[in-house]
């Protein structure tokens, strides 16, 4: 936390208002009976941590699933399955990367123990790993060959450890906490930096039928000791699980939700034993329609930066099944959920399950290679750069220019107290496109509530195009138009608004989804 809780509560009870709106924290306590303007005025200024800021900028980022499963043919395991069928023949976590990086991802996460317990490192704690199975001999250690590769490809590197254990027999008893976190540790100090640790939910039984009560806190005090720059995502404070697994994120995507009050409580405030870091327990369920909105967040007791992470399988199932080879996600389907995640203000965290050779199959590589070709041709070319650009009512410290520099960290804004604006973009020439990109500066937090798209129509403007929030970033995709003169419009704000970036790009016809074509 960047400002201790106690002196914000204070900085709220004595102005009446938020008194740190130009400071930044990425969570804030809310007095009782706050008027709904001073709350949504103070999400507009919640901003993230530096670890959700460089994860937010990743945009992409893929999952490796693959362990015992993989040979036994299950999604969840059974404490039955024996050691010895993890033989994989061929396995290469060079060729893992080496395809996630093609592919344009920029961090990796790695499943080291899922919910059937097994561990694909060999841990000291327990037999139930790969030091029992005839792979490597027994020598193997599958974390570390895939965190060398990450080195070696220059991607970062992530974990999932699931903490339910079909396998453990401690599971259900204080112990397994003891247990959980020896693992957790030997991950989070063998295998260097870690940037993203992933704790999924569920808790189902254990082998003997018990469900275990997770130490969450403690859970993350050992993440923040050890790995002070990893996000902790899903059951974690840094990162949120969007609700689906579909690879389809909300149109509109609040990275700012209510904390709610056992939430807070969770992190001990007030008390001696007050953690000095944000964390927190997750908010209760993440399958509602909208999270963020003014409607949700007027009557919450805090709010905090929680964004979403949108996670998929190119495949059916999350581990690889060779029945599944032929239902492979084609190219433009990973490019609908690409323009539904990553252009939705979420990241987009995409699985490629190795298969039982311990290789990426070709028909996911062969996927993966054409959705990186249908993006790259459809970004490489912003038709608004270079574009003079006539800002109405701007803040004369920061240039128009910077919305289409190519570089997140420039912004332009207009007055302050401003909260619509309107910026006019004259193209080089007449231009043919049907995809905008827009960045707000979300460093500063988000803000834009409404905006649209408009070009010249006779003596006036017709809109093309309309959205939500944008936040890190908002793709939208219209009909093909025709236009020398653009005008964006940001038609509501929580406070003024500060745009990033603005790019417009010409799309194949067919990756325009139907229902926008009518
Ligand atoms: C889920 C798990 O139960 C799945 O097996 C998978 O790991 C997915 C990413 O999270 O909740
Ligand atoms: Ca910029």
Not at 33 to 44: E, F, R
Not at 466 to 476: A, D, P
Request: hydrophobic share 35%; proline share 6%; glycine share 8%.
């Amino acid at each position: 936390m960047k400002f201790p809780i106690c002196i914000l509560i204070s900085l709220i009870l004595l102005t009446g208002s938020i008194a740190f709106a130009q400071t930044g924290t990425n969570y804030i306590l809310l007095p009782e009976g706050l008027p709904v303007d001073s709350v949504v005025k103070t999400a507009a200024h919640i901003s993230p941590s530096a670890r959700q800021a460089a994860w937010q900028e990743l945009e992409f980022t893929v999952f490796f699933h693959f362990g015992i499963n993989t040979f036994a043919g299950l999604e969840w395991g059974n404490k039955d399955v024996k050691t010895k069928i993890f033989n994989p023949s061929e396995l290469d976590a060079r060729q893992w990367v080496r395809t996630a990086k093609e592919a344009g991802a920029k961090l990796a996460i790695l499943v080291a123990k899922h919910h059937d317990g097994f561990c694909n490192w060999p841990s000291k704690y327990t037999e139930y790993s790969v030091k029992n199975t005839p792979w490597r001999d027994g020598n193997g250690d599958l974390v570390k060959e895939v965190s060398d590769a990450c080195k070696e490809y220059s991607l970062k590197f992530g974990v999932y450890v699931s903490p339910w254990d079909i396998h453990s027999e401690l599971y259900g008893t204080d112990q397994y906490n003891t247990y959980f976190e020896n693992l957790l540790r030997e991950v989070l100090t063998l295998y260097g930096e870690i940037s993203e640790v992933w704790f999924d939910g569920a808790c189902g039984e254990g082998p003997n039928g018990k469900k275990q009560v997770y130490d969450w806190m403690g859970y993350y005090k050992l993440v923040r000791e050890l790995q002070p720059k990893a996000v902790i995502a899903i059951m974690g404070p840094d990162v949120r699980w969007v609700g689906t697994e579909s690879g389809y994120g909300r149109e509109t995507e609040w990275s700012v939700v209510p904390l709610p009050r056992v939430s807070i409580e969770s992190m001990g405030v007030g008390s001696k034993h007050a953690s000095s870091e944000d964390i927190f327990l997750p908010p209760g369920d993440m399958m509602q329609k909208e999270l963020g909105s003014d409607e949700r967040i007027k009557e919450a007791a805090g709010l905090a930066w929680y964004p979403s992470e949108v996670d998929v399988s190119i495949r059916p199932g999350w581990f690889y099944h060779e029945k599944e080879d032929s239902l492979v996600k084609s190219p433009d389907k990973l490019v609908d959920i690409w323009f539904s995640s990553a252009g939705r203000n979420s990241v987009l965290l995409l699985n490629l399950p190795p298969d039982k050779r311990g290789l990426i199959n070709e028909n996911d590589v062969k996927s993966l290679k054409g959705m990186r070709a249908i993006l790259d041709s459809a970004f490489r070319n912003n038709l608004a750069a270079g574009a003079a650009i006539i800002p109405a009512n701007g803040n004369p410290k920061f240039k128009p220019e910077n919305m289409t520099d190519s570089k997140p960290g420039t912004y332009w804004t207009n007055k302050k107290g401003s909260k619509t604006a309107s910026i006019i973009l004259e193209l080089k020439q007449q231009c043919s496109f049907n995809c905008l990109g827009i960045q707000e500066y979300f460093r500063d937090g988000q803000r834009v509530e409404s905006f649209s798209l408009e070009i010249p129509d006779g003596k006036s403007w017709k809109t093309v195009a309309s959205g939500t929030t944008i936040g890190y970033k908002r793709l939208l995709r219209f009909p093909t138009v025709h236009a020398k003169s653009v005008r964006i419009r940001i038609n509501s704000s929580r406070d003024n608004p500060e745009i990033s970036e603005i790019g417009l790009y010409s799309l194949p016809e067919r990756l325009i989804p139907v229902e926008i074509q009518k």
